[in-house]
C-alpha cells in the first residue's frame, strides 16, 4: 500500500478522488526482505530453529529406535537409547518439543512404567497445556486412592481449556466414583451444551441414569435417539435398558458387533449385554453362529483380556440353551482357584446343581464358594440342605445367618427361617424342566413301543449329556442291565455317581452293577461308604444280593468270555 501511494504522499496534493496506478514489489525484493525479517527473528530468539531441526531429527530417531526396542522387547538398550534420542530433543535442544514427550511417553507405557509415563506427561502440561495428555494422565490414575490427583488435573485442564467437551466429560465419570451425584449432573449436562447430541455425550446421560435407577428417564432418553453402528457403546445402553425390562413394547434383539475379531471395551459391553439378554428372554437366539463367534473371540490373541468373560458367556449360552453339561465344563476352568472371582463362579456352578436336583452336591459347592467370598452363597446353601432332606442342617446354618455381623447375611437368615417354616422338602421343589427329563420319557416311550434302537440312543444321551440327573441314570443303569449289557450299566452309574457322590441309590446301584460286570475291585471304596451310612439290616440285604451277583459273574467268566460292549459314553 505505501509503495502505491507513496508518490502522492511526497507531492502532498490535496485528494478529492483518489487515482492511482498499482505497482508490484520484485519477487528478489520481497525474498530479501523475508530472509531479513527471519535472520532478525532468529537473532532475538537466540537462532533457535537450528536447534528445532536438529530436535526434529533425533525425534525420528527416537520414534525408530522405539519401534525397534517393541519388536524386540528383551533388548533393553534399544529402549534406553530411543529414551535418550527423546531426551536430546525435548530435553535440551527444544523444551517445547511435544512430540518428544509423547514419544517418551509411549514408551515406558510399552514398558508398563507407570510413574516413568507419569512424569514425562506431566513434563508436557508444564509447557503448554493439552486436552489429550490431560485425558491421558488422568487415565493413568484410575485407582481409588488416585482420584483426587486425576480430578485435579482435569480441572486444571478445564481452566486452561473451558471449551473442552472431553474433559468435562471425563470429569463426570470420574464424580462417579463419588457419592456426589450432583456434580456429576452437572458436568454431564455441561458435556451436552459443549457438544449437542454426541455420542459420548449421549452414552455417558443413559449410563449415568441407568446407574442411578432412574429407569423411566432414561427410557424417554433411549427414545430420542437411535444408536449407530459405529456407536457400541451407546448401543450396549440401550440393550442394557432392555435387559432391565423397562420397555413397553417388545424391540428386536440388537446385532452383535459384526466382524470385529480385536474387541475393545465398548464392542465386548455391547457382546456382553446381547448374550446376557438372549439367555435371560430369548433363548432361542443364542444360535451355533453365535456360540462359534464367541469361541473365535475368547480364542483370538487380541481379546486376552476379555478370555475369562468371554468363556463365560459361552457357558451362559449354554446353560440357557438346556446343554447342561457343556455349560458346567467351560465353567469348572472359572471356577478353580481361591480368588473372589472364582468364588463367584463356584457359587454359579453351586446354583446350577441347585436347579439340576443336585442338592447334596450343590450344598458342598455352595459351602466351598462361601468359603472363598461369595457371603450370597451361604442362603442358597440353607434351602440345598432343606431340599436335600437335611431340615436340621438347614436350620443351624440359617441361624448362623441370623447371628452374622453382616446386616445382609442376618436378613437372609431371617428370610431363611420363615422359608424353612413353610416346610421345604425336594417334592416340593420337584422341577419338570431338568435336562434329562426329556430324554427320559422318549426314551421309556421306545420301550413301550419296542424300539429299541431309539430307547438305547436317548439312553445315551442321558449319560452323555445329563448324568446329574439321578433318576433318568438310575433308569438306565436299570435298561442296560435287564439287557444284560452289564458294562453300560456301570459306565452310566459311575457317571452318575461322579456328579451325585452322596447319593445312596445311586452307591446301590452302582456297587450291583459293578458286581454284574465283574469289577469288583472298583467297587470297595463304594461298599465301604455304604456300611458306614445304610442300617444294619438293609446293608445286610444288599450284601447277600451282591454276593450272590458276583457269585454269578465268576461261574459265567469260567464258563464263557464275555465280549464287552460299547460304552454309552461313546
Same mark, same amino acid.
Given at each position: 500500500?505505501?509503495?502505491?501511494?507513496?508518490?502522492?504522499?511526497?507531492?502532498?496534493?490535496?485528494?478529492?478522488?483518489?487515482?492511482?496506478?498499482?505497482?508490484?514489489?520484485?519477487?528478489?525484493?520481497?525474498?530479501?526482505?523475508? $530472509?531479513?525479517?527471519?535472520?532478525?527473528?532468529? *537473532?532475538?530468539?537466540?537462532?533457535?530453529?537450528?536447534?528445532?531441526?536438529?530436535?526434529?531429527?533425533?525425534?525420528?530417531?527416537?520414534?525408530?529406535?522405539?519401534?525397534?526396542?517393541?519388536?524386540?522387547?528383551?533388548?533393553?538398550?534399544?529402549?534406553?537409547?530411543?529414551?535418550?534420542?527423546?531426551?536430546?530433543?525435548?530435553?535440551?535442544?527444544?523444551?517445547?518439543?511435544?512430540?518428544?514427550?509423547?514419544?517418551?511417553?509411549?514408551?515406558?507405557?510399552?514398558?508398563?512404567?507407570?510413574?516413568?509415563?507419569?512424569?514425562?506427561?506431566?513434563?508436557?502440561?508444564?509447557?503448554?497445556?493439552?486436552?489429550?495428555?490431560?485425558?491421558?494422565?488422568?487415565?493413568?490414575? +484410575?485407582?481409588?486412592?488416585?482420584?483426587?490427583?486425576?480430578?485435579?488435573?482435569?480441572?486444571?485442564?478445564?481452566?486452561?481449556?473451558?471449551?473442552?467437551?472431553?474433559? *468435562?466429560?471425563?470429569?463426570?465419570?470420574?464424580?462417579?466414583?463419588?457419592?456426589?451425584?450432583?456434580?456429576?449432573?452437572?458436568?454431564?449436562?455441561?458435556?451436552?451444551?459443549?457438544?449437542?447430541?454426541?455420542?459420548?455425550?449421549?452414552?455417558?446421560?443413559?449410563?449415568? $441414569?441407568?446407574?442411578?435407577?432412574?429407569?423411566?428417564?432414561?427410557?424417554?432418553?433411549?427414545?430420542?435417539?437411535?444408536?449407530?453402528?459405529?456407536?457400541? %457403546?451407546?448401543?450396549?445402553?440401550?440393550?442394557?435398558?432392555?435387559?432391565?425390562?423397562?420397555?413397553?413394547?417388545?424391540?428386536?434383539?440388537?446385532?452383535?458387533?459384526?466382524?470385529?475379531?480385536?474387541?475393545?471395551?465398548?464392542?465386548?459391553?455391547?457382546?456382553?449385554?446381547?448374550? $446376557?439378554?438372549?439367555?435371560?428372554?430369548?433363548?432361542? +437366539?443364542?444360535?451355533?453362529?453365535?456360540?462359534?463367534?464367541?469361541?473365535?473371540?475368547?480364542?483370538?490373541?487380541?481379546?486376552?483380556?476379555?478370555?475369562?468373560?468371554? $468363556?463365560?458367556?459361552?457357558?451362559?449360552?449354554?446353560?440357557?440353551? &438346556?446343554?447342561?453339561?457343556?455349560?458346567?465344563?467351560?465353567?469348572?476352568?472359572?471356577?478353580?482357584?481361591?480368588?473372589?472371582?472364582?468364588?463367584?463362579?463356584?457359587?454359579?456352578?453351586?446354583?446350577?446343581?441347585?436347579?439340576?436336583?443336585?442338592?447334596?452336591?450343590? !450344598?458342598?459347592?455352595?459351602?466351598?464358594?462361601?468359603?472363598?467370598?461369595?457371603?450370597?452363597? +451361604?442362603?442358597?446353601?440353607?434351602?440345598?440342605?432343606?431340599?436335600? &432332606?437335611?431340615?436340621?442342617?438347614?436350620? *443351624?446354618? !440359617?441361624?448362623?445367618?441370623?447371628?452374622?455381623?453382616?446386616?445382609?447375611?442376618?436378613?437372609?437368615?431371617?428370610?431363611?427361617?420363615?422359608?424353612?417354616?413353610?416346610?421345604?422338602?425336594?417334592?416340593?421343589?420337584?422341577?419338570?424342566?431338568?435336562?434329562?427329563?426329556?430324554?427320559?420319557?422318549?426314551?421309556?416311550? !421306545?420301550?413301550?413301543?419296542?424300539?429299541?434302537?431309539?430307547?438305547?440312543?436317548?439312553?445315551?444321551?442321558?449319560?452323555?449329556? %445329563?448324568?446329574?440327573?439321578?433318576?433318568?441314570?438310575?433308569?438306565?443303569?436299570?435298561?442296560?442291565?435287564?439287557?444284560?449289557?452289564?458294562?453300560?450299566?456301570?459306565?452310566?452309574?459311575?457317571?452318575?455317581?461322579?456328579?451325585?457322590?452322596?447319593?445312596?441309590?445311586?452307591?446301590?446301584?452302582?456297587?450291583?452293577?459293578?458286581?454284574?460286570?465283574?469289577?469288583?475291585?472298583?467297587?470297595?471304596?463304594?461298599?465301604?461308604?455304604?456300611?458306614?451310612?445304610?442300617?444294619?439290616?438293609?446293608?445286610?440285604?444288599?450284601?447277600?444280593?451282591?454276593?450272590?451277583?458276583?457269585?454269578?459273574?465268576?461261574?459265567?467268566?469260567?464258563?464263557?468270555?464275555?465280549?464287552?460292549?460299547?460304552?454309552?459314553?461313546?
Amino acid at each position: 500500500m505505501l509503495v502505491n501511494f507513496m508518490p502522492l504522499i511526497q507531492r502532498r496534493l490535496r485528494v478529492y478522488r483518489v487515482v492511482f496506478e498499482p505497482r508490484r514489489l520484485p519477487f528478489y525484493t520481497v525474498y530479501i526482505l523475508a $530472509l531479513g525479517g527471519i535472520a532478525m527473528v532468529q *537473532t532475538r530468539e537466540n537462532l533457535p530453529l537450528p536447534d528445532q531441526v536438529r530436535a526434529g531429527q533425533y525425534n525420528n530417531l527416537g520414534d525408530l529406535t522405539r519401534q525397534q526396542s517393541e519388536a524386540q522387547p528383551d533388548d533393553l538398550s534399544l529402549a534406553l537409547l530411543a529414551e535418550r534420542y527423546y531426551a536430546e530433543s525435548g530435553d535440551v535442544l527444544y523444551r517445547g518439543n511435544l512430540h518428544a514427550q509423547m514419544g517418551r511417553a509411549a514408551l515406558y507405557r510399552f514398558r508398563q512404567q507407570r510413574q516413568n509415563e507419569i512424569n514425562a506427561l506431566n513434563r508436557t502440561l508444564l509447557r503448554a497445556p493439552n486436552e489429550k495428555v490431560s485425558l491421558r494422565l488422568a487415565a493413568l490414575h +484410575r485407582d481409588p486412592n488416585d482420584l483426587f490427583e486425576a480430578l485435579d488435573i482435569l480441572r486444571r485442564g478445564l481452566r486452561a481449556m473451558p471449551q473442552s467437551a472431553a474433559l *468435562t466429560g471425563d470429569l463426570a465419570q470420574f464424580f462417579t466414583q463419588t457419592a456426589l451425584t450432583d456434580s456429576v449432573a452437572f458436568y454431564l449436562d455441561k458435556t451436552e451444551e459443549l457438544a449437542p447430541g454426541s455420542y459420548a455425550s449421549k452414552t455417558n446421560q443413559l449410563g449415568f $441414569l441407568l446407574n442411578q435407577n432412574l429407569l423411566s428417564e432414561a427410557q424417554k432418553l433411549r427414545d430420542k435417539h437411535i444408536a449407530q453402528a459405529n456407536e457400541p %457403546a451407546l448401543a450396549s445402553n440401550y440393550t442394557l435398558l432392555q435387559l432391565l425390562g423397562v420397555s413397553a413394547k417388545p424391540e428386536a434383539t440388537p446385532a452383535g458387533p459384526a466382524q470385529v475379531m480385536a474387541l475393545d471395551d465398548a464392542n465386548f459391553a455391547q457382546l456382553y449385554h446381547i448374550v $446376557l439378554l438372549n439367555a435371560t428372554a430369548h433363548p432361542d +437366539r443364542l444360535t451355533t453362529p453365535l456360540l462359534a463367534r464367541l469361541a473365535d473371540l475368547a480364542n483370538e490373541p487380541a481379546n486376552e483380556n476379555y478370555y475369562e468373560q468371554l $468363556l463365560f458367556l459361552q457357558a451362559l449360552a449354554r446353560h440357557a440353551r &438346556g446343554e447342561e453339561q457343556m455349560a458346567r465344563q467351560l465353567l469348572l476352568p472359572l471356577a478353580s482357584g481361591t480368588t473372589a472371582s472364582a468364588a463367584y463362579y463356584q457359587q454359579l456352578l453351586g446354583m446350577w446343581q441347585l436347579q439340576q436336583g443336585q442338592y447334596a452336591t450343590a !450344598a458342598n459347592q455352595l459351602e466351598f464358594a462361601a468359603t472363598n467370598g461369595a457371603t450370597q452363597a +451361604r442362603e442358597a446353601r440353607v434351602y440345598a440342605l432343606a431340599l436335600g &432332606g437335611r431340615p436340621d442342617s438347614a436350620r *443351624t446354618a !440359617a441361624l448362623r445367618l441370623v447371628a452374622a455381623t453382616d446386616s445382609g447375611q442376618r436378613q437372609w437368615g431371617r428370610q431363611a427361617l420363615r422359608a424353612l417354616a413353610t416346610g421345604l422338602s425336594p417334592s416340593a421343589n420337584k422341577s419338570p424342566a431338568r435336562v434329562g427329563d426329556s430324554w427320559l420319557r422318549l426314551a421309556q416311550q !421306545a420301550e413301550q413301543q419296542k424300539n429299541d434302537a431309539a430307547a438305547a440312543k436317548n439312553y445315551q444321551r442321558i449319560v452323555r449329556e %445329563a448324568p446329574f440327573n439321578e433318576e433318568a441314570v438310575l433308569v438306565a443303569g436299570r435298561y442296560y442291565s435287564r439287557r444284560r449289557n452289564y458294562p453300560a450299566a456301570y459306565e452310566a452309574l459311575r457317571a452318575g455317581l461322579a456328579e451325585n457322590p452322596e447319593s445312596l441309590a445311586l452307591l446301590r446301584a452302582y456297587v450291583l452293577a459293578a458286581a454284574d460286570a465283574g469289577l469288583t475291585e472298583y467297587a470297595v471304596d463304594a461298599r465301604a461308604q455304604l456300611r458306614q451310612r445304610l442300617p444294619a439290616a438293609a446293608y445286610a440285604t444288599l450284601a447277600t444280593e451282591y454276593a450272590a451277583r458276583a457269585a454269578t459273574r465268576a461261574a459265567q467268566a469260567d464258563s464263557f468270555s464275555v465280549a464287552p460292549a460299547a460304552s454309552p459314553l461313546q
